[in-house]
């Protein structure tokens, strides 16, 4: 009894009246009537808000391009995405003659080919800092974003393969009185 005493002054507080059963049955009973079939079609929920599955704008610039920033280590990559045809140029060179390691190329495709998008958009990228191993996972990054902006329904896609997350690993500082980072200099006993 002291519990629903409790509960009826907190609804008195916030300004919410509590509903009663009776309160409860005389507001079904003055709601139109449904027939049989409705009511088996679409039941009415009255618990809660209703959760409806919001999907995310599509982002695009004048040009119809989507536009997003990939960072990993040192390199930062602007990267621009409009549909066409698989091409992929990066700081004005093509990605053969730019990422010359098989290696770094596969690492920039992952997002089109988790998403079968494979040779449906063109990217233009400008990357700056790192070396070329940063650079390709800033392009990815950059990638996954702009695909996830373009198409928001790969989305989730995309971020359960980890590609939206941005990689917090950087180089540790060198501290003083060591060589590098951790390095100790070497222990001379006489």
Do not use: C
Request: net charge positive.
């Amino acid at each position: 009894m002291a519990d629903k005493k409790s509960l009826s002054d907190l609804g008195s507080l916030t300004g919410q009246a509590e509903e009663t059963p009776a309160d409860a049955a005389a507001s079904v009973e003055t709601a139109a009537p449904a027939t049989t079939d409705e009511a088996a079609v679409a039941p009415v929920s009255t618990q809660g808000p209703q959760i409806e599955a919001v999907l995310r704008e599509q982002q695009l610039d004048k040009q119809g391009r989507a536009y997003a920033t990939g960072r990993r280590k040192d390199a930062v990559a602007r990267v621009w995405l409009k549909p066409g045809s698989g091409k992929i140029v990066v700081n004005g060179r093509e990605q053969e003659v730019y990422f010359a390691r098989p290696t770094l190329r596969l690492v920039i495709n992952q997002p089109f080919g988790i998403t079968d998008r494979s040779g449906q958009y063109d990217v233009i990228a400008t990357v700056k800092g790192g070396g070329l191993s940063g650079q390709a996972g800033a392009v990815l990054h950059g990638i996954a974003q702009a695909l996830s902006r373009y198409e928001p329904v790969l989305r989730t896609t995309v971020k359960r393969a980890g590609f939206l997350t941005r990689d917090p690993r950087v180089v540790e500082r060198k501290k003083y009185g060591r060589a590098k980072a951790r390095k100790s200099f070497q222990f001379s006993k006489r």
